[in-house]
């Protein structure tokens, strides 16, 4: 089976769409969404797809009632989970997704999980511990590291690939990056991995 996994989509609807059709050409299974989707209308892209896709909770995600009321329209395919995690048991493996990139590294040297997911820090990341593969997808807004990107999980294998998208558009510019590392003390930003690319 394959999974996509998709994170920090930030209302880029541009490289979502590049995204969802580049999960059709690999003939994924269903999509996991690690959150930040700020505008509820991706919700609502996500929720018309032909695969199932389940969506955990970001730091911004916006209209969250909107987003739930989306997830339950007749025809939905989006199912929304009640946090910023959730635990999955899909095709014999056990997956833990989480947005927080500092959940990730506890939850695999635990041991009880074939692969863990996160997203919120933008940057796309493989490693092993132990048995248990732990992946960020990167982003799909391409606004901090200015790629977008996702996974591609195969639960036959246990294995995974970053999928980087041609044609994405980003709102990175020299000015936002500027600012942004000149006022990162101020602006008080949860992960700073980021600012250093």
Known sequence: MKIAVISDIHENFHNLILALESISDHKADCILCLGDLINAGIAKVLSIQSIPVHMIWGNNDGEKVDIVNTAFKENSNLTVALNVYDFLDIDNRKIFITH???????????????????????????KKIGETLVVNPGELSAQKTGIASYALYDTTDNTVDIIELKGSISLKSDLVDKYLKKHKDDLGFRSEDSFNL
């Open 100 to 126: 927080y990139d500092d959940l990730s590294v506890p939850m695999a040297e635990s041991e009880n999980y074939d692969a863990v997911f996160y997203g919120h820090n933008h940057l796309s990341d493989i």
